[in-house]
């Protein structure tokens, strides 16, 4: 379904809106090395701030795997001003909340406060930057807290069940193996050293990008940025990940016991180039064009008209480095794995054989486009946005260009990336099921 004009030109005028231009973007960084990206919106008198630490589970190593984890869960745990449940109940005291998320290449804090509380949330930061307190006792409640949300995770997420076993087959070479939560066994044998260092090495102000945006001047920001943040000393930078994961040379299988799994949980991952990759927008387009909106290709076919599924996804993750295309799907009820695989593996083809049409691409297009532009809407979606952009497309002001880069993509384009990458020597397959389905 192509996009009346009138809803083409609402998407036209929202995008300019929300898309000032980079231009609204102020930036400077401090002595220490701690980059500042300032976005001043006065419409509300409410800020944030997005600390986006370059550490998550691919800076890990067998035997501290789930550290970069951990650490969103001891930045909680009090510092040297701030002691224990003060980070929470100070800022709750200055009209704030805060969040928290870890990925495969980031650790990111959001802090969502009144303008006014500005300076509040700058020295809680600072506190816990500069003196987290890593306590033993702390340690050690916080590290049955993680190994109790790892076994629940497991148990309570199918797709997470069979991720991790997909990538741990998919990687031989590179940290995107492990899980973000990190190995069971590591967990439980994590050391007070390996802490420390981690803490010290890794959330150094050099590895650190600071997003602020909302009713906030720049100089107001960089006054606060220099008084708080510039006194706390860089550090060696970290060492860089330098394990390239050889070419897959044919297809791996894998097939996962779940005695609670109702019916097969099917999930094909190709491997595909980091998010920097100038192949990444056609990517992104293909997610869309298979399994966006309630009539992509993938849905269509297996849910609505073969009957095959009773969900199906596709997913891009941003990453730093080459990382997987997934398609995942669960069977509905009475249909086995080798039915419900063969139906995703022909739409995979018939894209690859057949390419696509100008105007499915558009509609695709049209709904990646206003994605977008939703979340850019609000002062919170517009810092994680710029965050984003930064480190994992190498320059926040690619922001501003994503319906030119998107405009780019022909359907050529997308049929030469599905040619590339989704081909059956490059993918990994997985299968999650009771004892009976795998039988």
């Known amino acids: 379904m192509r996009k009346s004009l009138g809803c083409l030109l609402g998407l036209s005028l929202a995008a300019t809106q929300v898309q000032a231009g980079p231009e609204e973007v102020n930036r400077f960084t401090l002595d220490n090395g701690m980059e500042v990206l300032v976005v001043e919106d006065h419409s509300i008198p409410n800020a944030n701030m997005y600390l986006f630490w370059k550490v998550g589970s691919r800076n890990e190593r067998p035997g501290i795997t789930g550290l970069s984890h951990f650490f969103e869960h001891m930045m909680f745990n009090g510092a040297k001003k701030y002691g224990p449940g003060q980070f929470d109940k100070v800022m709750e005291a200055a009209g704030g909340a805060n969040n928290a998320y870890t990925s495969e290449d980031v650790t990111v804090y959001t802090d969502w406060f009144p303008a006014q509380s500005l300076e509040t949330i700058f020295d809680l930061e600072a506190d816990r930057i500069a003196h987290l307190a890593i306590d033993p006792k702390r340690v050690a409640s916080e590290r049955e807290v993680v190994a109790s949300e790892r076994t ?137 064009i ?11 076919a297996l849910i609505d008209e073969q009957k095959l599924a009773t969900d199906v996804e596709a997913y891009l993750p941003d990453t730093f480095d080459p990382n997987l295309f997934y398609l995942y799907a669960v069977a509905t009820p009475g249909t086995d794995q080798q039915a419900l695989e063969k139906g995703l593996l022909a739409e995979v083809a018939r894209i690859r054989d057949q390419g696509v049409s100008v105007q499915e691409l558009d509609k695709a297009r049209n709904l990646m486009l206003m994605q977008s532009y939703g979340e850019l809407e609000t002062i919170n979606g517009k810092a994680n946005a710029l965050g984003t952009y930064a480190l994992y497309y190498g320059d926040y002001r690619k922001l501003y260009t994503l319906g030119q880069d998107f405009d780019k993509v022909s359907p050529a384009d997308i049929q030469r990336v599905a040619k590339a990458y989704l081909t059956k020597a490059n993918r990994t397959v997985g299968v999650l099921g009771s004892k009976e389905d795998l039988e």
Do not use: C
């Open 152 to 288: 629940t995770g497991l148990e309570n997420s199918n797709w997470r069940t069979l991720s991790e076993e997909v990538k741990g087959v998919a990687f031989r070479a590179h940290p995107y193996s492990w899980s973000v939560i990190g190995h069971e066994s590591d967990i439980k044998a994590w050391r007070q050293e390996d802490l420390e260092s981690y803490h010290r090495t890794y959330y150094a102000p050099n590895n650190a990008l600071v997003v602020v945006a909302g009713d906030v001047t720049t100089a107001k920001v960089k006054e606060l940025a220099k008084r708080y943040f510039a006194p706390i000393p860089a550090q060696a930078p970290p060492l860089p990940v330098v394990t390239v994961e050889p070419q897959q040379k044919g297809e791996r299988r894998l097939y996962v016991h779940k005695a609670s799994v109702t019916s097969p949980n099917l999930m094909v991952a190709y491997h595909v180039p980091a998010t920097k990759d100038a192949d990444t927008p056609a990517l992104q387009l293909l997610v869309s």
């Open 290 to 300: 298979l399994a966006g909106g309630k009539s992509g290709r993938l849905k269509k």
